[in-house]
């Protein structure tokens, strides 16, 4: 489950930065227009105005403007009442650089960040400086190649890739990168998951139609009494869910499916208690129904 949920998280990321470079979507500053799949997108009404009617011109900022954008803003709670938040969990970008940072944090220091508490062996000798140097590629160079790329959605990308080879990046474009750099290290350093858990908008959109979503983590009711209390399941949430924990549904799971494998791998696929399920619960229980006794 892991090594699907990287590789749509890497493919997406992947569209994201491409986007631009493959004209699947960029903005047109020359022509004040966007650029849709290859085909300039605007509402061209500056060339028509003269020859359409009132009701045409309406109707044109009705259909290219009004319904794309609505469409637009109805994605994240439309994802989050069929998926929970499954678009964080299998697919955000900066949720799937997050993890990177988590990884990186637990190699070097032993801790998920500079906040939790120390709880894992960390790499040794020649591991150790491979990770230390991945960081340093991660916290300084990352950023500036997703910034150049990101770059191309608002200025024409052979544009920018000409200033950069020519060593002469306009001051906007080196404005942006230090902007983006900041951005970054900030959220790598202090906020990583807590920002997707409090702060991020899409994040907060699936949060609140999640309720709603048939999609959930649940427990196997009947096998409560194996549980062997090892905590493997809290450990692996990066979110702070809490697995096991007493809440109707914890909102907070983006459904990574993290705790089903750690508690697979405690008691073996066949007596694992955790499992993403889809539809109306029949023999499970919704995490927070589980007995008192049994924890
Ligand atoms: S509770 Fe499990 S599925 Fe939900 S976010 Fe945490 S690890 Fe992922
Ligand atoms: S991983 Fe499974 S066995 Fe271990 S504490 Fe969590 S639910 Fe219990």
Redesign the pocket.
């Known amino acids: 489950m892991n090594a699907a949920r990287r590789t749509t998280q890497t493919a997406f990321f992947a569209l994201l930065l491409l986007a631009p470079q493959l004209e699947l979507l960029r903005y047109d500053p020359e022509g004040h227009h966007l650029i849709v799949l290859g085909r300039p997108y605007g509402l061209g009404l500056a060339e028509a105005l003269g020859s359409l009617s009132a009701s045409e011109v309406a109707g044109t900022i009705l259909l290219k403007a009004i319904l794309p954008w609505l469409a637009v803003l109805a994605l994240f709670p439309l994802l989050g009442f069929f998926l929970g938040r499954a678009f964080c969990g299998w697919l955000c970008p900066e949720g799937a650089l997050f993890e990177l940072y988590d990884h990186l944090s637990l190699r070097l220091l032993g801790r998920r960040d500079f906040f939790s508490p120390r709880r894992v062996g960390r790499a040794r000798g020649p591991r150790w400086l491979l990770c230390a140097a991945g960081a340093l590629l991660v916290l300084f160079a990352l950023p500036v190649g997703v910034g150049l790329l990101l770059a191309g959605y608002f200025v024409p990308p052979q544009e920018v890739w000409a200033q950069v080879l020519q060593g002469t990046p306009s001051r906007g474009l080196l404005a942006a990168l230090a902007l983006l750099w900041l951005y970054m290290l900030v959220m790598g350093l202090l906020l990583r998951h807590r920002f997707c858990r409090w702060v991020c908008a899409p994040g907060l959109m699936q949060m609140l139609f999640g309720w709603l979503s048939p999609m959930s983590l649940r427990?196997q009711f009947q096998g409560l009494r194996h549980?062997?209390?090892?905590?493997?399941?809290?450990e692996v949430c990066f979110m702070e869910a809490r697995?096991?924990g007493r809440r109707e549904k914890d909102i907070s799971c983006i459904n990574c499916g993290l705790?089903v494998q750690?508690?697979k791998r405690?008691?073996g696929p066949r007596g694992?208690?955790?499992r993403l399920g889809f539809g109306q619960p029949r023999e499970d229980a919704m995490i927070s129904k589980k007995p008192k006794e049994v924890f």
């Open positions: 427990v549980c062997t209390d090892c905590r493997r399941c809290e697995p096991r705790c750690a508690c405690e008691l694992a208690l955790l």
